[in-house]
């Protein structure tokens, strides 16, 4: 099993029911790393000079953002995966390959994918938002929360009501993918081939110059710009073989739970434990029909086993994600400070620290255990229920619908603390 490690899965007619694309990711980082779901509202920005803070870097800010829900490692700007309030979503992975990884800050990989949502109303503009700020400032530098450097390139998977992209990277070299149909998913390695819909107009002669390609036969992008049998590919036993495998097993029948029972599957490794643990999860729905609002599911809490999938929809007026808002610490932040990372603060956001405690209670008390996955399950099950009915009647209940990941989050917890009690 691969020490670092993220799936991102989507789905699309007709591998689905009832015309949806359905997106799905595990963030597997490191195990004491606290991720939250935070809500950013659409802003217009009048000054033409104004910068962007993001991770390490400032970049030049556009005129209009649009609103996003992002689950992120509490330390940084980005976002491991998110959405925004056009049904665009975004998830990354890690890549390595033979294109030298630089530990210089410029953008990270989860910057990217914050910028993305942000600034495009639609996947495929979500991409031209990524490769323009990666020609113009580059991805790198570290991506975790201590002294420790970890740093990747990355892959994207990019899905809106209509079609998916995959972009993967090597330095500021890329190739993109086009899904339109049937199933896809990345893990943390190259997967594009010979199916190469657009690219960089520099990457073949790069990897001519550097000697990994003859310019003669095929362009296999994962073969040429990582060490990868692409012919093997598929029948290795990775995870991103056994993600594949488990998105054909359920092909032509694929629900939001059916991604949901594939990020929390253990045996393939999918839903990680260890030192790399899947410390968040998120599932959405975008359905075809615009006249049906996306629905995007997100955990806030590591093991999707033992977590639950909570709804989030865009309606005007969100109410503000405190219960999976981490503290913040502004200027003392040692993010923020050089040198950076000297000290790691407490951002154990309210339903992180609870949900942390009914672990402790599941994995010493059976009896309690199977009620608290008992309640958990049931209250999951009731938003199921009650979000398919909104897919099925196009109805919103605005007024409901402007504190529904908040309420959940409240209800979660009230089930934790009733059973962390002695």
């Known amino acids: 099993m ?55 870097i400032e970049i030049d800010q556009v005129p209009e953002t649009y609103a996003v829900v992002l689950s992120r490692p509490a330390w940084l700007w980005g976002a491991e995966m998110g959405a925004n309030e056009h049904g665009v979503c975004i998830g990354n992975e890690a890549v390595w390959g033979r294109e030298e990884v ?70 500021k070299y890329w190739a993109a993918e086009k899904v339109q149909e049937g199933v896809r998913n990345i893990s943390n390695q190259l997967s594009i081939t010979t199916k ?50 488990l998105l054909n097993k359920h092909k032509g029948n694929i629900t939001f739970e059916t991604m949901m029972e594939i990020l929390r599957d253990k045996p393939s490794g999918i839903n990680m434990e260890g030192e790399f643990l899947t410390t968040a999860s998120m599932v959405s729905i975008l359905p075809q ?20 999938f909570k709804p989030f929809i865009f309606v005007p007026n969100i109410s503000q994600l405190l219960d999976t808002s981490s503290p913040t610490f502004e200027l003392e932040d040692p993010v923020k400070k050089k040198p950076r990372f000297q000290f790691k603060p407490d951002r154990r956001h309210p339903l992180y620290q609870k949900h942390q405690q009914a672990l402790e209670v599941i994995d010493k008390k059976e009896e309690k255990a199977k009620t608290l996955l008992d309640n958990m399950r049931k209250l999951e099950k009731e938003l199921f229920k009650e979000m398919e009915s909104i897919l099925q009647n196009k109805h919103l209940d605005v007024d409901k619908i402007v504190n529904l990941f908040p309420q959940c989050a409240k209800d979660e917890i009230r089930i934790y603390k009733s059973n962390i009690s002695p």
């Not at 989860?110 to 979500?126: F, Q, S, W």
């Not at 580059?138 to 079609?163: K, P, T």
């Not at 520099?202 to 073969?223: I, L, P, S």
């Open 289 to 308: 029909d615009s006249s049906i609002p996306c629905i995007h599911f997100f955990t806030g809490t590591p093991d999707p086993e033992r977590s639950v």
């Open 2 to 56: 691969e020490p670092c490690s993220c799936d991102t899965f989507v789905a699309l007619p007709p591998a689905t029911v009832g015309n949806r694309i359905i997106f799905g990711k595990n963030s597997d980082r490191l195990c004491d790393e606290v991720q939250e779901v935070v809500y950013f509202p659409a802003a217009v920005h009048d000054n033409p000079r104004e910068h962007l803070q993001c991770t390490y």
């Open 102 to 171: 630089c530990d210089e800050e410029a953008l990270l990989g989860m910057d990217l994918v914050r910028l993305g949502l942000e600034r495009a109303d639609t996947a495929e503009k979500a991409l031209n938002v990524i490769v323009d700020l990666l020609e113009k400032y580059g991805q790198g530098g570290n991506c975790s929360e201590g002294r420790m450097v970890f740093s990747y390139h990355n892959s994207f998977l990019i899905a809106d009501r209509n079609e998916a992209w995959i972009l993967e990277t090597a330095g």
């Open 196 to 245: 190469i819909d657009r690219e960089h107009p520099d990457m073949r002669n790069y990897a001519k110059q550097k000697g990994w390609w003859d310019g003669k036969k095929e362009f296999d992008f994962a073969a040429t710009y990582s060490y990868l049998d692409t012919a093997k590919m598929m029948i290795s036993p990775g995870r991103y073989c056994e993600g594949y495998k």
